[in-house]
């Protein structure tokens, strides 16, 4: 079966940096999404990755390796409005997205 | 503003209502999807439709009924509900079917089944 698995909850401190690791099991790959949603909001679209290695942006960063079926999305100098659930998805062989569940990111003054 | 907008954003029906949901994509997208959102689930893919055609199915109850008039359109027509059905509904666009297409979102229905 196709699995993606990342934490249920995770704690930072205002200020901090946190890094969230996604890891997966598909029948292919074409290309990982990460995606932040608030509570009550839409997923709203924050990076893409297809090819190995460290994609920045801004205050954020995604991070994948696919030999080893892992990546992360680094979150430095955090503020309270990143407090948040953030998707990891891969897209498969067949073109269709395998979302996670979300890791819920809580940001502590 | 997102660009894709649902209605109602909230809704409560009893099992044997019949209700719908709208959603409107503004972002002249030639695919759009319906997701069921749970708690602590991942989103389930429920119906794609890429330029107006229906294109996944993903084993959804025959209680929901799609509709996709136009590309710019999709509802999901809900029938003799079951209190398991209590989810969120988010409706998404995608403008092709490049690599790097992202979907954008709507904010949802949130239902709850009596």
């Known amino acids: 079966g196709q699995n993606i698995d990342q934490p249920t909850e995770m704690t930072a401190t205002e200020g901090a940096i946190v890094q969230i690791n996604c890891t997966y099991q598909t029948s292919g790959f074409n290309g990982l999404f990460w995606y932040q949603q608030h509570a009550g909001e839409a997923p709203t679209f924050l990076s893409y990755?297809?090819l190995d290695g460290l994609e920045e942006k801004g205050r954020f960063s995604s991070f994948l390796s696919r030999s080893k079926g892992y990546s992360y999305l680094l979150l430095k100098e955090l503020q309270m409005k990143d407090s948040a659930s953030y998707l990891c998805a891969v897209r498969d062989s067949n073109y269709q997205l395998i979302w996670g569940a979300g890791t819920k990111l809580i940001i502590k003054p | 503003e997102t660009g894709v907008t649902q209605t109602p954003r909230h809704l409560v029906m009893g099992m044997t209502n019949k209700k719908s949901l709208k959603c409107e994509q503004h972002?002249?997208?030639?695919?759009m999807y319906w997701y069921k959102q749970s708690a602590k689930k991942p989103l389930e893919l429920m119906f794609v439709?890429?330029?107006?055609?229906?294109?996944e199915n993903n084993s959804v109850p025959s209680r929901f009924s799609p509709e996709c008039p136009n590309s710019s359109h999709l509802f999901l027509h809900l029938h003799t509900l079951q209190p398991e059905d209590s989810a969120l509904y988010l409706c998404?666009?995608?403008?092709?079917?490049?690599?790097?297409?992202?979907?954008?979102f709507g904010p949802g229905t949130r239902l709850t089944v009596l």
């Open positions: 972002l002249g997208h030639n695919a």
């Open positions: 998404a666009s995608r403008q092709g079917l490049a690599d790097t297409d992202t979907q954008y």
């Open positions: 990755n297809v």
């Open positions: 439709y890429n330029f107006k055609e229906q294109t």
